[in-house]
T-cell receptor, first 117, second 115 residues
Framework: GAVVSQHPSWVICKSGTSVKIECRSL??????MFWYRQFPKQSLMLMAT?????????EQGVEKDKFLINHASLTLSTLTVTSAHPEDSSFYIC?????????????FGQGTRLTVV | AQKVTQAQTEISVVEKEDVTLDCVYE???????LFWYKQPPSGELVFLIR??????QNEISGRYSWNFQKSTSSFNFTITASQVVDSAVYFC????????????FGTGTRLLVSP
């Protein structure tokens, strides 16, 4: 399958600082990227969907000013957690899909474990 | 509304036992896709299978098999002769057929296979 790379794999930051997570599609052009959050022992919850060149669509209850998503190119999307707080500590996973009509699969990155201290 | 239910929170088996993970879904769409993913302790999601709503044929891949029953809205996953390496969290997911066709995940079943 196609490769989606997330960076960093883990990050520890101080409360109040911002953290950027990158999601790259290595061998295909991703028209659509998804960002999920997973708290310990819980399921994956979709945070937002982004299409290249347009604004992200956020799920209900997700603060768009806190979780900034940029999908500026067909191979890169970034999630920035602004003014992070301990409750933002979680596992963040991206997935990327080549086909805008979902005729191909979305592939997942390896995830980023964020710890805010 | 789209919903995926995995009623089994955790299952423990001994190596070589067969185990079935249950998945029940709800959707109003007539066309949809169902998925199973494996999440080992490292965290990455490993794609196992995709099934579309028009294909009710059961599938077997090595020790893995899937039983799709549209009549009961179930898509169960069986591991035959389980191994320690099968220990992971398994997620069933439903892909919506509208909008961005995003995935809705079940709550997951943690499988522990002991030697």
């Amino acid at each position: 399958g196609a490769v989606v790379s997330q960076h960093p794999s883990w990050v520890i930051c101080k409360s109040g600082t911002s953290v950027k997570i990158e999601c790259r599609s290595l061998d295909f052009q991703a028209t659509t990227m998804f960002w999920y959050r997973q708290f310990p022992k819980q399921s994956l919850m979709l945070m937002a969907t982004s299409n290249e060149g347009s604004k992200a669509t956020y799920e209900q209850g997700v603060e768009k000013d806190k979780f900034l998503i940029n999908h500026a190119s067909l191979t890169l999307s970034t999630l920035t957690v602004t003014s992070a707080h301990p409750e933002d500590s979680s596992f963040y996973i991206c997935s990327a899909r080549e086909d805008p009509f979902a005729l191909t699969e979305a592939f997942f990155g390896q995830g980023t474990r964020l710890t805010v201290v | 509304a789209q919903k995926v239910t995995q009623a089994q929170t955790e299952i423990s088996v001994v190596e070589k036992e067969d185990v079935t993970l249950d998945c029940v879904y709800e959707t109003r769409d007539t066309t949809y896709y169902l998925f199973w993913y494996k999440q080992p302790p490292s965290g990455e999601l490993v794609f196992l299978i995709r099934r579309n709503s028009f294909d009710e044929q059961n599938e077997i891949s090595g020790r893995y098999s899937w039983n799709f029953q549209k009549s009961t809205s179930s898509f169960n996953f069986t591991i035959t002769a389980s191994q320690v390496v099968d220990s992971a969290v398994y997620f069933c997911a439903l892909r919506m057929n509208t909008g961005f066709q995003k995935l809705v995940f079940g709550t997951g079943t943690r499988l522990l296979v002991s030697p």
